[in-house]
């Protein structure tokens, strides 16, 4: 029986993670600027797909990987972080967002019942949102690999329970997912490097 791979999409009519080579071909053939690579696991992927597609095909990938510090040092500071803190799991749960450069608080949303990965999720649709309506050009960092990738796939994959007590989370939840659907934007959603850059400046700081 041959191994399951799974196929990111990176840049395709869909991007998403596909575990079928003909799903990921329907995705890409075609395509002017296709961007896509197998993976022998899930988790490689879903950390492939929540990266720049350069670490891993085209002609940066060797310079990427062979130099990922240098890669990773420079911090833009005119940029959006966000960050979400809940206590418990699920718990009281909320998100902001703050610019690099000021610290300035761009926006709060919660406490609200949830899950730190909702919140995560939540805070990169509302920065997103926030930047093309202000029409402001520069990228958001999360420190959030599942975010990142749930943001790509439009959908918020959460295991949370939909119940009375966390309807009006969802109702949160499916207009985000609805603007992902019914938005197109150029903002670069990057990774904040936390083992080299120190707590995220969203951070809420309850560590």
């Not at 990266?51 to 085209?58: D, H, K, R, T, V």
């Amino acid at each position: 029986m041959a191994k399951q791979k799974f196929y990111v999409v990176w840049d395709g009519v869909t991007p998403g993670i596909y575990t079928s080579w003909n799903d990921c071909l329907l995705q890409t053939k075609g395509y002017e600027s296709a961007k896509y690579k197998s993976f022998d696991t899930r988790e490689e992927a879903e950390q492939a797909f929540a990266s720049s597609p350069y670490a891993y095909i085209g002609k940066k990938a060797k310079a990427t990987i062979s130099k990922p510090k240098a890669f990773s040092e420079a911090i833009i500071e005119n940029s959006l972080a966000v960050d979400a803190a809940c206590s418990g799991n699920p718990g009281p749960m909320e998100y902001r967002g703050v610019h690099v450069a000021s610290r300035q608080e761009i926006f709060r949303f919660g406490p609200m019942r949830g899950t730190n990965n909702i919140g995560e999720f939540l805070a990169l649709v509302h920065g997103l949102a926030i930047l093309k309506q202000k029409g402001f050009d520069m990228p958001i960092y999360s420190d959030s690999v599942n975010a990142i990738s749930w943001v790509k796939q439009k959908k918020c994959k959460t295991k949370l329970p939909r119940t009375p007590e966390t309807e009006t989370l969802f109702q949160v939840i499916e207009r985000a997912e609805k603007w992902l659907k019914e938005n197109k934007y150029t903002t670069s959603i990057l990774k904040w490097e936390t083992k080299i850059w120190g707590e995220i400046p969203a951070d809420f700081g309850r560590k």
